[in-house]
């Protein structure tokens, strides 16, 4: 994430920030301009054409600083949400602007990477949406399909989803962690399936294998003994789908906090895209930065910030992800 800083005082601010604390104004995020921005009294903000954008109608909701350009509407973010709690559901309201807030970063993220974003207004069928439910009163598995990305808001909760880190002996698991790995899926469908399944199968194997069959033998048996050697989890063992999604994941993790330790200081590095091979950034900049972030959590005696080992396999990986931005 790129740092900001308030266009009236100077004042630093936060990407989730709907005022000024300095100088109280304001605020809106503008995604044309990828620039948060001030907003007058009656929440509009007039760019340099001369056009005048609303803050989203999400505000009071979901906590949404964006801007749109229509009064009273909804912007580009949650605009993509096809699904949310019901107004008389309190639990599902409460743990509704977690989400809504990783999704809003996912999306910055993929602008700035430069990966393409279509609607379900542009394409009907396999357009991108989220279906952002609470298991309150029933039963909602999170997953992809068909463009729509079905999130269960309870993964806000920190008990639960704690608790479902340990029993299913992940190492890493966030709102936003769930955000990045389903949109990988729908990338799959995108921009890899097609002309680039040859490719895929040779670094990733062939993603023909019944999934059901797959995850049947993982819940059954497990990641095999030496997954560390070729993947970047153990969920990633389990079918080639998974594998590509974990590794997307994980790119997106790579790029985010590499510009946010350089928009910091913390690293020389202008952007994750100045590399002409991810690789290079991973070995030259990602792995030392990890280690000392680390390192960092454990002085103020938590765990390890990024508790993953990449493997030359999963470099090899991570370089097939990276270069699906820069394809035509």
């Known amino acids: 994430m790129k740092s900001f800083s308030c266009r009236v005082c100077g004042n630093a601010l936060y990407f ?23 907003v007058d009294s009656k929440g509009q903000y007039v760019d340099a054409t001369g056009e005048i954008w609303h803050v989203c109608a999400n505000l009071n909701l979901s906590g949404c600083t964006w801007l749109t350009e229509y009064p009273g509407g ?16 309190i639990k599902g309201l409460a743990e509704y602007p977690l989400a809504e807030e990783a999704k809003r ?15 379900r207004e542009q394409d009907p069928e396999t357009g991108l949406a989220f279906d952002l439910l609470s298991s309150a009163n029933e039963k909602v ?19 639960h989803r704690e608790r479902l880190r340990i029993s299913m002996d992940e190492p890493y698991r966030t709102m936003l962690g769930h955000f990045r790995h389903e949109i990988g899926h729908y990338y799959w469908a995108l921009l890899v399936q097609g002309d680039l399944l040859t490719e895929f199968r040779q670094i990733f194997g062939d993603e023909r294998e019944s999934y059901a069959d797959a995850g049947e033998r993982h ?18 063992t389990m079918h080639p789908w998974e594998d590509f999604a974990e590794t997307f994941a994980h790119y997106l993790h790579i790029c985010d906090t590499v510009e946010t330790a350089s928009a910091h200081g913390l690293t020389t590095v202008s952007s994750p895209s100045s590399f002409s091979s991810f690789r290079d950034l991973v070995t030259g900049v990602w792995v030392p930065l990890s280690i000392a972030l680390n390192q960092i959590n454990r002085s103020m ?3 390890p910030l990024y508790p993953f080992v990449i493997p030359p396999p999963v470099l090899d990986k991570l370089d097939f992800v990276a270069s699906l931005a820069r394809r035509p």
Do not use: M
């Open 141 to 159: 598995v999170t997953g992809h399909h068909n463009g729509v990305i079905t999130l269960d808001l309870a993964e806000g909760n920190d008990l």
């Open 74 to 89: 909804y912007c580009f973010s949650c605009g993509l949400t096809r699904t949310r709690p019901s107004d008389d559901d």
């Open 301 to 303: 005696g938590k765990g």
């Open 219 to 236: 819940y059954r048996e497990g990641a095999p003994a030496d997954w560390r050697q070729g993947y970047i989890s153990q969920y990633a």
């Open 105 to 119: 970063r996912l999306i910055v993220e993929l602008d700035e990477l430069g990966f393409p974003i279509y609607t």
């Open 16 to 38: 989730e920030n709907s005022i000024c604390v300095s100088c109280k104004t304001n605020l809106g995020f503008s995604r044309a301009e990828e620039a948060i921005v001030p």
